[in-house]
């Protein structure tokens, strides 16, 4: 169990992350974990939750958040970590092991690192430390005073952190990888001196003598205009020394590659991998335009809590940068591990060209990120792989692909072992393999970097799975698919949504059309219109009702529509061999709390599949917050559809599974233990 504050107040048990509640009840969380294994008096959670004045029954408002924060924990296996919400008079204590909060983890790693002292081991440590941040501390909090105080004192540390990573790359000669660091932190923060300082010695070092000094004279209007004050010692100390050196001739810096081989005992760690492609085929330089919205400034790293190992561990340390030192250099062909293009792929024009619009953009000067995301059976790999291989060509550096097994039988795939494929994959010795996810991750964006690269991650469960996977270099795109809309990493990566629907009248038969034979479905079009509308119009039911057919060459369509309609029979026939939606939604109600797959049972007694959350409520006997809770998580993994505010429909093939897991187990949502450990690989 993790807990985060880098970001979205968060907690995740593997790759999975708790329902934490409305905003007051994260804060009320996020002010135990900013104090953590100490008595938090209830007047002080009072004072931090309610801005004004605070209403008559704050003090039962506060334990019911507590209470509800206990349960939760409790779910989790909180006891199992050590951890435990206990009450001491009028005062909370949340007694946990500090290492499994992420700004104590990040904390240890930055004092570890000596960025003049032992820059090369400097580099992987903070690369680490900041990669741990997802977005603006404390978001989800309320916008209270002390929390903002509280956000603003990490914040700091931060960009404290993101100096010292620029002065580390320096250090080592690596005065590109400095200034691409230090310029997106200096856009956000542009009355930072001493940020704007190290940004202009990078600069002039890297042979922009002009870039440096704009730095200094726009810094200088800002501070002027805004504050109404001169710039001060270290700003003005780096544009004297610039001058100087101009005037002594000293001005050109060492050529870029000059520069990263003699920082080479950590050129895997900080981003500037071998090879000799020309300026040409890197693209433009990281500084133009490396503004990176919510990810951490200064870092390619994204956040890499699945990993195994202890934060500033010698292991971790070890790891990153053996690994770089012997990975950074490019050996042999390309990857190219997409999986075969899928057969008889047809239509999702307006899909593919969506993902063609998000992942070939270059000018935001990032990595772009897509998730295709939609309900089982809909054809999301599909889709992903079939754009993959059409836009092959503009990835020359090569093609990743990996099945997190998020929705698949047994365990998910944890990030340490796909990081491992993929740096075998690019060349790296198997020895050189660090052993820890967040070591692994930061030589993988650091051999990565520069290159035009695809990356394809199928099947995802969550957006915690995802980001220790995620390439960190301008010219990279990845594509993620996933049956839950990973809000996450919308949130924190700036990943774009490109949603999957299900298939209409024309493109279904479509697609018979193209399984069995235009002939056959011409025979009986209204046959074909029925059998797109028992299927949900779900390409992967369609695919199973033409294996029917395929295997009975005599059947006409409405034979196997008459079948269909027996509901008693449908999903059966909807199945060949390990494929089918009934595999593919048993993975999705595995995936589910207890409570969850008893809302879905209830709802699957809905006579025509049409519901409000009054109507949830009453046929599930929960209350209002607990039912729209659970349906806004049904609603993200795709097993309902929230058509209109409050108008939610759940399809005809999820309520027949729904129903007959009800009648096997007795009892609604039995099935839903949330471990994944049933069923058969339901990818779609």
Same mark, same amino acid.
């Given at each position: 169990?993790?807990?985060?504050?880098?970001?979205?107040?968060?907690?995740?048990?593997?790759?999975?992350?708790?329902?934490?509640?409305?905003?007051?009840?994260?804060?009320?969380?996020?002010?135990?974990?900013?104090?953590?294994?100490?008595?938090?008096?209830?007047?002080?959670?009072?004072?931090?939750?309610?801005?004004?004045?605070?209403?008559?029954?704050?003090?039962?408002?506060?334990?019911?958040?507590?209470?509800?924060?206990?349960?939760?924990?409790?779910?989790?296996?909180?006891?199992?970590?050590?951890?435990?919400?206990?009450?001491?008079?009028?005062?909370?204590?949340?007694?946990?092991?500090?290492?499994?909060?992420?700004?104590?983890?990040?904390?240890?790693?930055?004092?570890?690192?000596?960025?003049?002292?032992?820059?090369?081991?400097?580099?992987? =440590? $903070?690369? #680490?430390? +900041? /990669?741990?941040?997802? *977005?603006?501390? !404390?978001? %989800?909090?309320?916008?209270?005073?002390?929390? &903002?105080?509280?956000?603003?004192?990490?914040?700091?540390?931060?960009?404290?952190?993101?100096?010292?990573?620029?002065?580390?790359?320096?250090?080592?000669?690596?005065?590109?990888?400095?200034?691409?660091?230090?310029?997106?932190?200096?856009?956000?923060?542009?009355?930072?001196?001493?940020?704007?300082?190290?940004?202009?010695?990078?600069?002039?070092?890297?042979?922009?003598?002009?870039?440096?000094?704009?730095?200094?004279?726009?810094?200088?209007? =800002? $501070?002027? #205009?805004? +504050? /109404?004050?001169?710039? *001060?010692?270290? !700003?003005? %100390?780096?544009?004297?020394?610039?001058?100087? &050196?101009?005037?002594?001739?000293?001005?050109?810096?060492?050529?870029?590659?000059?520069?990263?081989?003699?920082?080479?005992?950590?050129?895997?760690?900080?981003?500037?991998?071998?090879?000799?492609?020309?300026?040409?085929?890197?693209?433009?330089?990281?500084?133009?335009?490396?503004?990176?919205?919510?990810?951490?400034?200064?870092?390619?790293?994204?956040?890499?809590?699945?990993?195994?190992?202890?934060?500033?561990?010698?292991?971790?340390?070890?790891?990153?940068?053996?690994?770089?030192?012997?990975?950074? *250099?490019?050996?042999?062909?390309?990857?190219?591990?997409?999986?075969?293009?899928?057969?008889?792929?047809?239509?999702?024009?307006?899909?593919?060209?969506?993902?063609?619009?998000?992942?070939?953009?270059?000018?935001?000067?990032?990595?772009?990120?897509?998730?295709?995301?939609?309900?089982?059976?809909?054809?999301?790999?599909?889709?992903?792989?079939?754009?993959?291989?059409?836009?092959?060509?503009?990835?020359?550096?090569?093609?990743?692909?990996?099945?997190?097994?998020?929705?698949?039988?047994?365990?998910?795939?944890?990030?340490?072992?796909?990081?491992?494929?993929?740096?075998?994959?690019?060349?790296?010795?198997?020895?050189?393999?660090?052993?820890?996810?967040?070591?692994?991750?930061?030589?993988?964006?650091?051999?990565?970097?520069?290159?035009?690269?695809?990356?394809?991650?199928?099947?995802?469960?969550?957006?915690?799975?995802?980001?220790?996977?995620?390439?960190?270099?301008?010219?990279?795109?990845?594509?993620?698919?996933?049956?839950?809309?990973?809000?996450?990493?919308?949130?924190?990566?700036?990943?774009?949504?490109?949603?999957?629907?299900?298939?209409?009248?024309?493109?279904?038969?479509?697609?018979?059309?193209?399984?069995?034979?235009?002939?056959?479905?011409?025979?009986?079009?209204?046959?074909?219109?029925?059998?797109?509308?028992?299927?949900?119009?779900?390409?992967?039911?369609?695919?199973?009702?033409?294996?029917?057919?395929?295997?009975?060459?005599?059947?006409?369509?409405?034979?196997?529509?008459?079948?269909?309609?027996?509901?008693?029979?449908?999903?059966?026939?909807?199945?060949?061999?390990?494929?089918?939606?009934?595999?593919?939604?048993?993975?999705?109600?595995?995936?589910?709390?207890?409570?969850?797959?008893?809302?879905?049972?209830?709802?699957?007694?809905?006579?025509?599949?049409?519901?409000?959350?009054?109507?949830?409520?009453?046929?599930?006997?929960?209350?209002?917050?607990?039912?729209?809770?659970?349906?806004?998580?049904?609603?993200?993994?795709?097993?309902?559809?929230?058509?209109?505010?409050?108008?939610?429909?759940?399809?005809?093939?999820?309520?027949?599974?729904?129903?007959?897991?009800?009648?096997?187990?007795?009892?609604?949502?039995?099935?839903?233990?949330?471990?994944?450990?049933?069923?058969?690989?339901?990818?779609?």
């Amino acid at each position: 169990m993790e807990f985060s504050l880098l970001g979205p107040i968060a907690v995740t048990t593997g790759s999975a992350e708790l329902s934490l509640g409305p905003a007051k009840r994260r804060s009320v969380l996020a002010l135990l974990l900013l104090q953590p294994n100490t008595t938090v008096p209830l007047e002080q959670l009072i004072d931090s939750l309610w801005e004004d004045e605070p209403p008559e029954h704050a003090r039962t408002v506060v334990q019911g958040h507590v209470s509800r924060l206990r349960a939760t924990l409790a779910e989790g296996g909180a006891e199992a970590y050590g951890i435990e919400l206990t009450t001491h008079g009028s005062a909370y204590l949340l007694r946990l092991p500090e290492e499994l909060i992420d700004a104590h983890r990040f904390g240890e790693l930055v004092a570890l690192a000596r960025p003049e002292a032992a820059p090369a081991d400097a580099v992987p =440590l $903070l690369r #680490e430390a +900041l /990669g741990l941040w997802h *977005g603006p501390a !404390l978001t %989800g909090t309320v916008t209270s005073p002390p929390f &903002a105080a509280a956000a603003h004192a990490l914040e700091e540390r931060r960009l404290t952190a993101v100096e010292a990573l620029g002065r580390a790359h320096g250090a080592l000669g690596e005065h590109e990888q400095a200034a691409a660091i230090l310029y997106s932190a200096a856009v956000n923060h542009p009355l930072r001196e001493g940020l704007i300082a190290g940004l202009m010695r990078a600069l002039f070092r890297t042979g922009r003598q002009s870039d440096a000094l704009e730095w200094f004279h726009r810094t200088r209007r =800002l $501070l002027n #205009e805004e +504050l /109404g004050v001169d710039p *001060g010692e270290r !700003l003005r %100390g780096a544009y004297e020394e610039i001058l100087r &050196a101009e005037a002594a001739g000293s001005g050109q810096a060492k050529p870029a590659g000059g520069a990263r081989a003699a920082g080479a005992a950590s050129a895997g760690a900080s981003g500037a991998p071998g090879g000799s492609r020309s300026a040409a085929d890197r693209g433009p330089r990281p500084v133009a335009g490396a503004d990176r919205g919510p990810v951490p400034d200064g870092t390619d790293a994204v956040d890499a809590r699945g990993g195994e190992a202890v934060p500033g561990g010698d292991g971790a340390r070890a790891g990153a940068t053996d690994g770089a030192r012997a990975g950074s *250099g490019r050996t042999g062909a390309a990857p190219r591990l997409l999986p075969r293009a899928p057969a008889r792929f047809l239509g999702r024009e307006q899909e593919l060209a969506a993902l063609t619009a998000v992942l070939t953009d270059g000018g935001t000067g990032e990595s772009s990120l897509a998730v295709v995301a939609g309900p089982a059976g809909v054809g999301k790999t599909a889709c992903a792989v079939q754009w993959a291989h059409l836009r092959a060509g503009d990835f020359p550096d090569g093609q990743l692909f990996a099945d997190l097994r998020g929705f698949g039988e047994g365990d998910e795939a944890p990030p340490a072992e796909i990081l491992r494929d993929f740096l075998l994959a690019l060349g790296t010795p198997p020895e050189r393999v660090p052993g820890s996810a967040q070591a692994a991750s930061a030589l993988f964006r650091s051999l990565v970097a520069e290159r035009r690269l695809l990356v394809v991650l199928d099947n995802a469960r969550s957006s915690a799975q995802v980001r220790p996977l995620l390439p960190g270099g301008p010219h990279c795109a990845t594509v993620v698919t996933s049956r839950s809309r990973l809000d996450g990493l919308v949130a924190t990566d700036c990943a774009r949504p490109v949603g999957l629907q299900t298939l209409g009248h024309e493109e279904g038969a479509a697609l018979l059309g193209a399984m069995l034979g235009p002939e056959r479905v011409a025979e009986d079009p209204a046959a074909a219109r029925e059998l797109v509308d028992l299927c949900d119009g779900l390409p992967l039911a369609l695919r199973a009702a033409a294996a029917q057919l395929t295997a009975r060459p005599r059947w006409r369509l409405a034979r196997l529509a008459a079948a269909l309609r027996d509901e008693r029979r449908r999903l059966a026939l909807l199945s060949a061999e390990d494929t089918g939606i009934a595999a593919a939604l048993r993975m999705s109600v595995a995936r589910l709390s207890a409570d969850d797959a008893q809302l879905l049972s209830a709802l699957a007694t809905s006579a025509d599949g049409h519901l409000n959350a009054s109507l949830a409520a009453a046929l599930a006997g929960y209350d209002p917050e607990r039912t729209q809770d659970g349906l806004d998580r049904l609603a993200e993994m795709h097993l309902v559809d929230e058509e209109a505010t409050d108008v939610y429909t759940i399809s005809t093939l999820t309520q027949l599974f729904a129903r007959d897991e009800r009648g096997e187990s007795g009892e609604g949502g039995k099935h839903g233990t949330g471990d994944g450990s049933k069923g058969s690989d339901g990818r779609g």
